[in-house]
T-cell receptor, first 114, second 110 residues
């Protein structure tokens, strides 16, 4: 069974630009969560989608948004990039939302904002 | 105060040693607990998962949860150089939104 796939693996952008990251969950998984990982803050929850609906949202500004498609694939968008948005963005999938479900992560997209 | 506290290390041990990694938390509603291992430039890999107090064993790994003290641990027996990685604890009240520790960097010296 293929794991969680994230594309692209690396991205370099400049301040003010916008970026879209993609995530394909494990086959059969319907919940997709996004996390931001930085050396100082560790992993921080961005949002979770289940059945094309955002179920939970972390404490990030509105510049961070996402969506989920009917095939459970998800995209995350960051507009008006800032230097502080440089981070590893991780996507995780699980079969359902909430409860005792295990989270499986992809390898992430390393975003560098110059 | 952060929801989850984890000693960042670094921790360096000789091959074959027993390793103890720990996290404390402040939210008594947390009931789902996971440990992840993350190698450089990779995503976190799930090692252990538990949702009850007590011990759970899987091979060389044992996860321990003490809800009364808000304290969780991961023990690695007979540590190997391939165990060198960053270890992350994660926990959640609902199973939707997980709070992670900042990770402990472990090096096992041959």
């Amino acid at each position: 069974k293929a794991g969680v796939t994230q594309t692209p693996r690396y991205l370099i952008k400049t301040r003010g630009q916008q970026v879209t990251l993609s995530c394909s969950p494990i086959s059969g998984h319907r919940s997709v969560s996004w996390y931001q990982q930085t050396p100082g803050q560790g992993l921080q929850f961005l949002f979770e989608y289940f059945s094309e609906t955002q179920r939970n949202k972390g404490n990030f500004p509105g510049r961070f948004s996402g969506r989920q498609f009917s095939n459970s694939r998800s995209e995350m968008n960051v507009s008006t990039l800032e230097l502080g948005d440089s981070a590893l963005y991780l996507c995780a999938s699980s079969w359902k939302t909430g409860g005792n479900e295990k989270l499986f992560f992809g390898s992430g997209t390393q975003l560098s904002v110059l | 105060q952060k929801e989850v506290e984890q000693d960042p290390g670094p921790l360096s041990v000789p091959e074959g040693a027993i390793v103890s990694l720990n996290c404390t938390y402040s939210n008594s509603a947390f009931q789902y607990f996971m440990w992840y291992r993350q190698y450089s430039r990779k995503g976190p890999e799930l090692l252990m998962y538990t949702y009850s107090s007590g011990n759970k064993e899987d091979g060389r790994f044992t996860a321990q949860v003490d809800k009364s003290s808000k304290y969780i641990s991961l023990f690695i027996r007979d540590s190997q150089p391939s165990d060198s990685a960053t270890y992350l604890c994660a926990m959640s009240a609902t199973g939707n939104q997980f709070y992670f520790g900042t990770g402990t960097s472990l090096t096992v010296i041959p």
